[in-house]
T-cell receptor, first 111, second 115 residues
Framework: GQQVMQIPQYQHVQEGEDFTTYCNSS?????IQWYKQRPGGHPVFLIQ?????EVKKQKRLTFQFGEAKKNSSLHITATQTTDVGTYFC???????????FGKGTKLSVIP | SAVISQKPSRDICQRGTSLTIQCQVD?????MFWYRQQPGQSLTLIAT?????????ESGFVIDKFPISRPNLTFSTLTVSNMSPEDSSIYLC????????????FGPGTRLTVL
């Protein structure tokens, strides 16, 4: 399956600071998804990006898909304690429903 | 979105025994998946549970160790057989949507500890 590298592994921010996590692939991706997993919880789907250069926003969250469809980012503006958790990117093969998850970025927010 | 339940939510088992985890969905779904998530790690796909046929296993996972049943479109089971402490993990089932997106909805997970 397709491989994706996610960085950083951990991020500690002060409440109100911004946060970004990145996913990179050596191959062109058909799509990329983002999930959030709260501590002790299960992954919850956030969004899917499909088009080259696509940018989507959900309140304070901004998702980008690179022009070459080989990388993606999730940016959170003015983090809050409710943003705490691990953010995973996941990639699916064309025509396949199976997902390969990145290693995740664990976000800690210091109040 | 689908509502997914898993049983048991957690269990502590002895080495050499087997545990069957159940996954129930509130609507009929074609795609069901089983994942393993070791503490602090990412999700690793074990297999795709196919209704009416054998499950499709990922590299490193075999049917003898992780037999899967999918008797209908709303239910699946994963058995962890002949357990060892290395099988201690969270096991999650998920379902996929068919149209527009292939995002997955996850059950709450089963936390397994093997002594």
């Amino acid at each position: 399956g397709q491989q994706v590298m996610q960085i950083p592994q951990y991020q500690h921010v002060q409440e109100g600071e911004d946060f970004t996590t990145y996913c990179n692939s050596s191959t062109t991706l058909s799509n990329i998804q983002w999930y959030k997993q709260r501590p002790g919880g299960h992954p919850v789907f956030l969004i899917q990006l499909v088009k080259s250069g696509e940018v989507k926003k959900q309140k304070r969250l901004t998702f980008q898909f690179g022009e070459a469809k080989k990388n993606s980012s999730l940016h959170i503006t003015a983090t809050q304690t409710t943003d705490v958790g691990t953010y995973f990117c996941a990639v699916g093969g064309a025509g396949s429903y199976q997902l390969t998850f990145g290693k995740g970025t664990k976000l800690s927010v210091i109040p | 979105s689908a509502v997914i339940s898993q049983k048991p939510s957690r269990d502590i088992c002895q080495r050499g025994t087997s545990l069957t985890i159940q996954c129930q969905v509130d609507s009929q779904v074609t795609m069901m998946f089983w994942y393993r998530q070791q503490p602090g790690q990412s999700l690793t796909l074990i297999a795709t549970a196919n209704q009416g046929s054998e499950a499709t296993y990922e590299s490193g996972f075999v049917i003898d160790k992780f037999p899967i049943s999918r008797p209908n479109l709303t239910f699946s089971t994963l058995t962890v057989s002949n357990m060892s402490p290395e099988d201690s993990s969270i096991y999650l089932c998920s379902v996929g949507r068919l149209v527009s997106y292939n995002e997955q909805f996850f059950g709450p997970g089963t936390r397994l500890t093997v002594l």
